[in-house]
């Protein structure tokens, strides 16, 4: 048994749950949510600036300041949209997930990912969510993000 077929069904719930607080916390959530996550991943990886992953996922920065991307709203909406989906599509279906997530991490190795950064994707997200939520997020809420994700990144890592 692999380790997402031991994810419990409250644990779902409870990452679902928060997931669409979040998007009801704004009717712009769709761009905010990518220009969030985007930000938190900077901060976190700064080493992102000059990185051509960047420019290939469709960032543009029109600063003298190197730290200040932004994605126009198309892009925005498709970071939020992907994390959406892969949430969405948790079920009973391991192997639709697990094809769905691998397919996911061959393209971030097209556009020059690294797994190396994973982890920190995931914590870009969860304090994306938590901006969004203009909160902490509960133990109980950060526990569930991060079985999912931690079986959702080393599932995308098996393509790299």
């Known amino acids: 048994m692999n380790a997402m077929e031991n994810i419990g069904y409250t644990t779902v719930a409870t990452l679902v749950d928060t997931w669409e607080e979040c998007r009801r916390s704004s009717p712009e959530f769709e761009e905010e949510f990518g220009q969030l996550a985007l930000e ?20 543009t920065n029109n600063s003298d300041n190197p730290m ?8 925005a909406k498709s970071i939020t949209e992907l994390v959406d989906s892969v949430i969405q599509m948790m079920g ?10 691998f ?10 990912g690294e ?3 994973l982890p920190n994707v ?9 901006l969004s939520l203009k909160r902490d997020m509960t133990a109980e809420e950060k526990d569930a993000f991060d079985e999912i994700y931690d079986c ?7 393509a790299l």
């Open 40 to 59: 938190q991943m900077l901060f976190l990886e700064p080493s992102m600036v000059e990185s051509s992953v960047l420019k290939a996922a469709g960032f």
């Open 68 to 75: 200040t991307f932004k994605l126009d709203a198309k892009n």
């Open 92 to 101: 009973p279906d391991i192997d639709f997930v697990q094809n769905i997530l």
């Open 103 to 112: 397919n996911l991490g061959a393209r971030f190795l097209r556009i020059g």
């Open 115 to 117: 797994a190396q950064i």
């Open 122 to 130: 995931g914590l870009a997200l969860c304090m994306a969510m938590e």
């Open 152 to 158: 959702f990144s080393s599932e995308i890592a098996k």
